[in-house]
């Protein structure tokens, strides 16, 4: 297993971009999407967008993938995106993209106290990371972990071992969730896994059907949700509009939860 050493915590863009808007509500909504580098089925790239299928989902906290972000010339969608929705970001980008970075983003409508980055990179596959944002939600911290783990059966077990002794870490306390895109396409190793050391949301207790990869033509279930600590699974839903449908192949997956 070889894998690089996590980003320094001083790096540049672990800026927080904050534009605190916050929602007064008995639950807390968070949303994972793999937004496709904003490119939609019709093959047109559209960070605008996309903004506006978060604006539906009207969450309070973000967690996406694929997104590209600064470059030479301008052109970062999530600076688009985190305008259009009124909300602070935080980008850890895995690679360049054309001279973009590349890579996860959180949004947030509450302060972000604290965010580092963990390499996933196995041995010579494309590069992937784990984003940890830490989340002050009215005096309560929320760890949130957002996951983009890699195709290959291999790659994605020796991440899966990475992620869940990351997670696992007995110095990081309280409420934590872990989301993202994990390309695991059925129960495999990796899922087996993380379920044996954290709490796996099953779709099917709120939802008629849990395959929602790709949107047009639901075959597959790729992105999840784990948890740990004191967290409470109020509701799970899937947007499935006219315009989720288009804006990426991924759907937003959306959990409200209890701190």
Not at 197 to 202: A, E
Not at 217 to 235: C, N, Q, T
């Amino acid at each position: 297993m070889s894998f690089r050493r996590d980003a320094p915590a001083t790096a540049a863009w672990q800026v927080y971009h904050n534009v605190v808007t916050l929602a007064p509500r008995t639950t807390l909504r968070i949303v994972t999407y793999n937004i496709h580098r904003s490119r939609g089925m019709d093959r047109r790239t559209r960070p605008a967008r996309v903004a506006e299928v978060l604006r539906h989902v009207d969450a309070d906290v973000i967690a996406l993938q694929e997104v590209i972000g600064a470059g030479p010339h301008g052109g970062s969608h999530i600076e688009e995106i985190g305008a259009a929705l009124g909300m602070g970001w935080v980008m850890a980008p895995t690679r360049q993209l054309r001279g973009h970075q590349f890579g996860n983003v959180v949004l947030s409508r509450f302060p972000v106290t604290t965010h580092t980055q963990h390499d996933l990179t196995y041995k010579s596959c494309e590069e992937r990371s784990m984003q940890r944002v830490d989340v002050d939600v009215n005096g309560h911290t929320l760890h949130v972990y957002n996951v983009h783990l890699g195709t290959a059966i291999l790659e994605r077990r020796a991440q899966a071992q990475r992620l869940a002794t990351i997670v696992s870490d007995r110095h990081v306390t309280g409420p934590k969730i872990v989301l993202g895109d994990f390309n695991e396409w059925m129960r495999g190793l990796t899922t087996t896994m993380l379920s044996s050391r954290l709490k796996s949301v099953d779709l099917q207790q709120f939802m008629k059907r849990r395959r929602h990869y790709p949107g047009l033509f639901p075959i597959l279930h790729l992105d999840h949700i784990y948890y740990d600590g004191p967290l409470e699974i109020v509701h799970i839903e899937v947007l499935r509009n006219r315009l989720s449908l288009v804006a990426s192949d991924h759907l937003p997956l959306i959990a409200d939860i209890r701190i």
